[in-house]
């Protein structure tokens, strides 16, 4: 909200009126963000209480009551857009995980996200991948060594850019290569780096990558993930499957507030 | 990133390194972000120039230079996700936009967005819709006042909740009032009010209000707009079409850095 | 306070010590600003509890109780300099405001503030504006368009001026124009703009205005507004009146804190 | 501003324009604030540069300029009037505190302020003070050890309250007491305390006081601390005078930015 | 912790699981810090309660239980690092204060730190230096005018410099000044400054120095101070001695959580 | 600094004088935090430059002279304190970590630290380990899966709290495991687990613990680690050493600086 507040229920509402509102979907979908809504409303009016009836990572149906919030109708008019953006975006991330995860049933593939998440919501988007059933990448740069073409490119090769990076490793300092090509898989796989992020390869050339690592290296791919595209990506063999379009092109679950009656 | 920084650049390229990179759109769209961008590489390192090829608002081929980095090759790798992130997610705000905006060319409709934006980003995805061709609605709940049906319920009525807003509005404080039936418009006309929101209304009903209103009032049609609905309801004759879709499930625009070469 | 914290209190008062101590105040006046310093005493301890003998917008005389707190001695002193100069201030503001509202009653000018505010204090002198009885302008530069002398100076006229607003304005967006001339104002008319800004014309200018006008635009008047000045302003029939005066040089209302005794 | 932005300017003004602007006391007055005004326009865009063509402490005519700001037309009128308030406001404290030394020139009595300052604000009006020609009081509750009534009250007298704050005290820090009556004073001086702040006491008390100090501690007066009484004040032979009315009460100096012309 | 929090607990640790800790030292020492981890685990979880066993200021032995803390086993793991670190690290400064406190026992020297501080911490640090036994020096730089070897050499002597912190003192700003040398001493007795730091000199000059100095000044000592030879200097006379030591490079105090059992 | 800035060099040191200052070790050790300081002086004063003359990793003798800076007297000693704060214990870190890395030479241990960090300063710690040579471990909560004795008692033992660790763990999550016994660690690595952490093990034990891992796990000691005794632990094969002295309880490297003359 603006520094001015929300000027139409100050003047529109009186100051003493208490209602009970629900949080509705008005679409299917998994839900995720709960905690982030139920924080909007406390922190713009800590007397206001969000009861849920369902919990993150549950399925609702269109229609179904996702929570209830009870308190001052100026306070829950003036928090209700932005809980409703954190619910609607969340949950849109936890579906489309859901979508992914459900398209790869069956196979030992496990879906995860990557860092083309949106500007300052990494973290609860991170936690909406999990919501969806998928699993988590680093949470950031620090996280673990993730050697791209371009550090490749720099390094001077896959060898020296993982002498590199072995120098300066910790016990817990994962250590993950991109890959595009067969060759720079093998290079990898000799120079036994523990994970190799192979980068938009088809899945015919997946399968022949699985082959060749022999389960010698956990294996990810990544790019062209769409629901129609992932179950054929999973059947390749590969150990994860991560999508940046969970995070930045999921559409947001649509959800509202309906004001059900005076206390 | 976390506090640690990057520790893949770290270790992996020498301190020296300098480099020249390229921002790549990787599908056709609209542009916005460029200003987001920049912020981003500066305050990683103050020493980073962004060179923009193009212009927020300008449309781009895919393939085509967004802009030119260059500087230390460590902070360009570390600040690249989060620039291209805000630059996907803005281009794709802008580029949804734009798709309404050319659906309605012919009308004298003008689309603009809604509160229903990504917490964090509001007054940047204000911009992109500006850039895509849209117009903006207000910034927070203190730049108008817009009645909606709760806030008629609690209020009593359309021409109580109008009579409050009145008597602590000041000059230049716009009054906007929801309605979902064409009776609510005619209570909304009589009380003279100057903009109303048609709120779900199909657009055979939404000509009816169009002719009932006979240019008393300025009127605002919301929901249901897509792509492909769009046509239909500005032809409608309704001054303004607002929609939530392109700032809660614009899909990203598709953009990449190419590390070009050692300068 | 510094980083240190309150040495005096914490050397001189045991740590265990309870006190109730009353909010007086100490000239006549409108109040405003017991929630600022109700969260001022709340945040250093959230253990005081701030009960309200009176409310934002009533009258005190000198030597009313305005609020009671109660808690531990050392946190209620560590506080008080800080409440008190909240409700010192902000009932200063709605006081000023108070007079301006009370010279022109019986007339049909309403009183609003200007942008002339308090760095860091424009929403809460803004709320203690209606406190004293006055209405709202636009709380910051994204709240409404407001072309002053400069802007038209720039753009090359009125009439450009104000097509290059329309161009960008959504539904509820209100252009307001300044003149400082009737010859401006007939051209701000004949381009059909809503508000007019009349500044710094003496009352027998601004009657010719309103004549001028006859209703065909909200009219507000600012410049030399004093309590003394303010009456015959009013009269000359504008809609509103702005003041810089009652938020930037409002002389603060007199208010101490009464240490009453040991609970 | 808003989290929007200007709306006007950026409707309004080309962006390329840059204008040199000027800012122009409106009454006389000295000055104080010119650094937060310099740094309002860079922080709006580290492109304006702000020359002055005064300084702080100086003393400017009505229609003085006081300094000039070159740049995007865009940005100085978005910064405007923020810069205006923190220059008119500080110097308003300046002008204020002047009025007081100036008063008891010839006296031996130096003026200072109080902790009666605006929220947020209190460094810039201290240092708007020493522009006046006032000295520093203590800054923070721990810059100095303040005794006032309460604390005694809570401490059980003068003597215990000052035996507790000197087990606490190091090398620096000093000790002051409140007293409302020569009683309390004799008990202060017979326990040594270096600094007595006499509250409230007219003129002729005053005067008996400084006789019975006879140069054991330092004196502060405070209280009823005008233009026209200081001097009185100052005659006693007190050496410090205390006013919080130069910090809470003083009226903005009036100043304005004249848009001189384009570059 | 990171932006995706404590993924140990969460993976590992079922949701609902409590549990009931203890916080032991592992050596002994003076308790500081207690508020700082009570603080660290209510952010983390305002379910979470520590009740402290002991007090900060007092003495506890290896094995003795500092403090109690219940609740969910995830929000008490994710803690507990952070709360550990602030109780070992101002623990540790308050042995440390204490140790030079007891080894001056039966001189009047008192104790206190300098700005030698850990950034960031430099509150915390003070307060677990009282905890010790210690006193407070001034708080940061405007708690205090403390003119150095430097300051003097800028403003061209002792007596110039001291002339012009006067000039802006107001009734609570002490004066210290840094000397070297019994010459400097003499030139700021001569002034009549009211506080000398004497900067490293051994206990035969100091006693040289407090016998010229003859109750004219307060005199503190700093410079190799170390539980081995501060009992020497405070022999000299000396009213107190400032150490650096005991803020930067005093040894944390060993401490652990120990999990008892689920409640 | 207080809010009110450095009241000493304001009142003592006029305006426009520049100096040249050096920063001079007083003891020898390894530097870090030379862009720690270098960023204080520069937010103090952008117009402050401080040139390196040695950098961070280095060794430097006691006199050395680690930088210069150059610009306004009062921003300089304005700025100093907490400058060389940074410095002293950053280097402080360097040294002590360089310490134990010097004392393991000859074996193919390698030291990293603990979470045993300063509250509020755990990267610029972290980046002074990888300057004394020592290499880095998780830099929060979120960077790896780390299960101390605490988890495993709440999950029902070492195999639980591994596979629900595996249930969520990513491509580059890393997994680690603490145990205490030799049983343990059986149980450990028939589990699998990649990386074991040994914890409080003396030599004897911990060279048995290598012996039965023959190569399957990667082996971390912890536990009683100073420079008398690495040596020993790193003999008995472990790859990897953790320290918690080095980051909270080294002392500070002493360093000065030295005010040289005026430009």
């Known amino acids: 909200?603006?520094?001015?507040?929300?000027?139409?229920?100050?003047?529109?509402?009186?100051?003493?009126?208490?209602?009970?509102?629900?949080?509705?979907?008005?679409?299917?979908?998994?839900?995720?963000?709960?905690?982030?809504?139920?924080?909007?409303?406390?922190?713009?009016?800590?007397?206001?209480?969000?009861?849920?009836?369902?919990?993150?990572?549950?399925?609702?149906?269109?229609?179904?009551?996702?929570?209830?919030?009870?308190?001052?109708?100026?306070?829950?008019?003036?928090?209700?857009?932005?809980?409703?953006?954190?619910?609607?975006?969340?949950?849109?991330?936890?579906?489309?995980?859901?979508?992914?995860?459900?398209?790869?049933?069956?196979?030992?593939?496990?879906?995860?996200?990557?860092?083309?998440?949106?500007?300052?919501?990494?973290?609860?988007?991170?936690?909406?991948?999990?919501?969806?059933?998928?699993?988590?990448?680093?949470?950031?740069?620090?996280g673990a060594i993730l050697i791209k073409d371009n550090h490749i490119a720099v390094a001077g090769g896959v060898r020296s850019a993982l002498e590199a990076a072995r120098r300066v490793s910790g016990p817990v300092t994962s250590i993950e290569i991109e890959v595009d090509t067969l060759d720079q898989l093998v290079e990898a796989l000799d120079a036994q780096v523990a994970v190799v992020l192979l980068d938009n390869m088809p899945p015919a050339l997946l399968r022949q990558a699985v082959e060749m690592t022999d389960g010698r290296a956990v294996l990810e791919a990544s790019g062209g993930v769409t629901p129609d595209t992932v179950h054929a990506i999973a059947q390749t063999g590969v150990d994860y499957i991560s999508s940046g379009w969970i995070t930045h092109s999921a559409p947001a679950l649509d959800c509202g507030l309906d004001f059900s009656r005076g206390l």
Chains 1, 2, 3, 4, 5, 6 share one sequence.
Do not use: W
């Open 1 to 142: 909200m603006g520094q001015g507040g929300d000027i139409t229920s100050r003047a529109v509402i009186p100051a003493g009126v208490r209602i009970r509102a629900e949080i509705v979907a008005r679409s299917e979908g998994v839900v995720a963000g709960l905690h982030a809504a139920a924080a909007t409303f406390s922190l713009v009016d800590p007397g206001l209480v969000l009861d849920v009836a369902t919990t993150d990572g549950s399925s609702v149906a269109s229609g179904a009551v996702m929570a209830v919030v009870e308190g001052s109708a100026r306070s829950i008019l003036c928090a209700e857009r932005t809980a409703l953006n954190f619910l609607g975006h969340l949950s849109g991330v936890a579906t489309a995980t859901h979508a992914l995860v459900s398209a790869v049933s069956g196979t030992s593939a496990r879906i995860c996200c990557t860092r083309k998440t949106t500007p300052g919501l990494r973290a609860l988007e991170k936690h909406a991948v999990l919501m969806g059933g998928g699993v988590s990448h680093r949470y950031g740069l620090d």
